[in-house]
Structure formats: C-alpha cells, structure tokens
C-alpha cells in the first residue's frame, strides 16, 4: 500500500488502483481528493474536513454517525464497525475528541484502522484493541502534550510510525517535534513532508 502524506491531518492511501483519503481538511491541498473512491473523515473541525470540496466529489464520504458536516451525505460509522470503503478494509475505532480544555464541549472522533495496518486516530489518542503497524500520530494540536504523544506511540508499539496533525507548527517547532519523537520512541518514526509518499 502507498501512503501520500498532505498538510496537517490529510494522508492519501492507494492499492490495487483504489484511493481511499482520510481527513481532506481546509488546510490539505485539493489535490489529495484526484481519483479518490472513498473519503474517511475522523470529526467535524473544519482541520479534518472540508465539507465545500466533499460535496461536490461524488464519491461516498464516511465519518462518525454523530458528525455535523453541512452539505455532505456522510455513510453515519460507529465504533467497532468494520466496513469496506473505496475497496479498503477499515475499522473504526474510539469514540471521542480529546479534550482541549475543562468544561469544553467535544464531539465525536473516530480512529480507523485501515487494512489491520495503517491507524490515524484523528484528534484522540485511542489506543485499539489490536496491534497496529503503521501508526500516524498527531504531534501538535491545543488539545496535545509531547509526552502524551510519546506515550501514544509507546503504548501501540507500531513497526513504523509517521507524523500528522502538524500544520500549525513552523519549522522549529516541527524540528523540536521530531527530534522528541525520535529520541524517545523506537518505531521507525519518520516526518513527511506534504506530498511526499512511502
């Protein structure tokens, strides 16, 4: 499977000639939604899903049922539902945000685990109940702390292990993020730019 990393939380995933995309947010470039049979979105911030662009895509658009995306007909997931979109194998997974702050409101976020293999937690750090070898996590957000991020990767132990929900970081804080995640995990983790593939 090819994985395309985009701006901030949007990663493009193809095999066999099918394209599944998850979070195509605001701030994720067009092109990652190109040829896409499926789209995968974790929750409704405007960060993780651009509703202008998935209305008019014409291709089926999943996310948890609880959602709010105006203009969009979503496919309504729950936790623990197992579910083919686009032609991929996908789990999903936990059941909430991760709180920003006391007294907040949240809403509902999805984790999904796609093909047993590759998991994006969207803004969660859900640990599944299975193992998982690719892991994408989110490395800053109001809602994150380095450690709880480190102790994310620690806890799921993955083979490979990439940076998402990086958008809002400059280069220094980018450099500082992976420098900590390097030093202080041992999952293959790597930082991809925007566009590139592995």
Known sequence: MRMTKYTHS???????GRVLVIDPGTWSEP??????DAVLVTHEH????DSLRLAGLGVPVYAPAEADIPRVNVIGVSSGEEFTAGGFRVRAVGGRHACVHAGRPDCANLGYLVEDAVYHPGDSLHVPDRPVETLLVPVHGSWLK???AIDFVHAIQPRRTYAIH????????????NGWLTQETHSGYRYLRPGESV
């Open 10 to 16: 949007c990663v493009r995933l193809e095999k066999d």
């Open 31 to 36: 092109r990652a939604l190109a040829g896409a």
């Open 46 to 49: 405007a960060d993780h899903v």
């Open 146 to 148: 380095m450690t709880e």
């Open 166 to 177: 990086d958008g809002s970081l400059n280069e220094r804080g980018l450099s500082s993020a």
